[in-house]
């Protein structure tokens, strides 16, 4: 009975504790997207100024170029918010709690394990759309820079610690420090 009862109170510490290391973790890579900075004139300019519109604080330089300005348009639909990305979400959001509150447990498996599964697939789907539309945003400070002075120095690859950029990348990337 004790055994139980210190088995539920530990077990209910853990999800507390993971809970509080997913939200932390979340705040940090939320600060790590928003400061994206590319060099101009040696200076550093903010690329995404506000939340809305990404690569809006190269907009001032590259609207002095015609096809700089259309890559920057087209890069900026692609950020926007996708009704299918939203309608996946839900729907898998509301199989894994359909799946928590039915008594089936035949039904509950499958609800759980294709809730979860639309979820994967939306979070790879999304990402995927939005590391190949970031082409549109290099595409556009390359036409920039061809035509246009003063240049726009920006890698989004290349970290601060690191003084080349890898070879091969993939979409999902976080670095950790202690």
């Not at 639909?77 to 008594?103: D, F, H």
């Amino acid at each position: 009975m004790i055994a139980a009862y210190f088995l539920a109170k530990v077990a209910a510490m853990l999800k507390s504790t993971i809970l509080i290391i997913l939200a932390l973790c979340a705040n940090i890579y939320a600060v790590d997207t928003c400061s994206r900075l590319a060099v101009i004139n040696y200076q550093e300019v903010l690329v995404d100024t506000n939340s809305t519109e990404k690569g809006e604080g190269l907009r001032f330089h590259l609207e002095k170029d015609p096809l700089a300005k259309s890559y920057l348009e087209t890069y900026q639909e692609g950020t926007q918010i996708r009704w299918q990305n939203a309608v996946m979400g839900t729907l898998g959001t509301s199989l894994v709690l359909g799946g928590i509150l039915t008594n089936n447990s035949g039904k509950k498996k499958t609800m759980l394990i294709g809730g979860a599964t639309a979820i994967i697939i939306n979070f790879l789907m999304a990402k995927t759309l939005d590391n190949a539309n970031e082409s549109n945003l290099i595409k556009a400070i390359e036409e920039y820079n061809k035509r246009n002075l003063p240049k726009i120095y920006f890698n989004p690859d290349l970290d601060s610690s690191r003084s080349t950029s890898p070879g091969v990348t993939m979409g999902l990337e976080k670095s950790w420090s202690f």
